[in-house]
């Protein structure tokens, strides 16, 4: 399941990982943590800015992009954004996201292996984006020896301002 997931979606020149614990489901929620992604993304040049032309003809980059949650919203919101405008650096970002449970089940074995596989995929990206306080997240980026960025959960339907901080270790305790 990795080798083939690996293969198929994270083999390319750069790779970001994006684990969201989906702590809410009110309404506007989902468009608070995207704001928040792309917030924290763009800022800290994870991911490539849109423009309408091209300012960077040199080789482009393929960049993958891995995201993880329970939610597709995240994952096809951002397909979306870098399908339809191209990057102001001409890079190619793809944006894959395995599995779109939508909710934890607990004890069911394809479940289970699905998350173990997800969590060791992050691993294996060049770098990482994660939820504060997830449990998922953090046995990804130590398995990857990553030093994440953390997404802290929006506060009164905004998203915080930084959009992330970059964590002091590699290790979640």
């Avoid at 393929?62 to 339809?84: G, Q």
């Avoid at 699905?114 to 997240?137: C, P, Q």
Wanted: with cysteine.
């Amino acid at each position: 399941m990795v080798t083939r997931s690996y293969d198929a979606y994270l083999r390319a020149d750069q790779t970001l990982g994006i684990q969201v614990r989906v702590f809410s489901r009110r309404a506007g929620y989902f468009q608070h943590v995207m704001d928040q992604i792309v917030a924290c993304t763009q800022r800290e040049t994870l991911l490539p800015e849109l423009a309408t032309p091209v300012t960077n003809t040199s080789r482009s980059k393929k960049l993958a992009v891995l995201v993880t949650s329970l939610y597709p919203e995240d994952s096809n919101n951002l397909n979306n954004m870098y399908w339809e405008r191209p990057t102001s650096t001409g890079d190619v970002v793809q944006v894959n996201q395995p599995s779109r449970e939508r909710f934890q089940q607990t004890d069911k074995k394809l479940h289970d292996q699905k998350a173990l596989a997800e969590m060791y995929l992050l691993s294996l990206t060049d770098n990482i984006v994660t939820s504060a306080g997830s449990t998922f997240g953090y046995v990804a980026h130590s398995l990857g020896g990553l030093k994440p960025w953390l997404l802290y959960r929006p506060v009164r339907g905004r998203a915080p301002d930084p959009p992330c901080v970059r964590d002091v270790s590699k290790e979640h305790c």
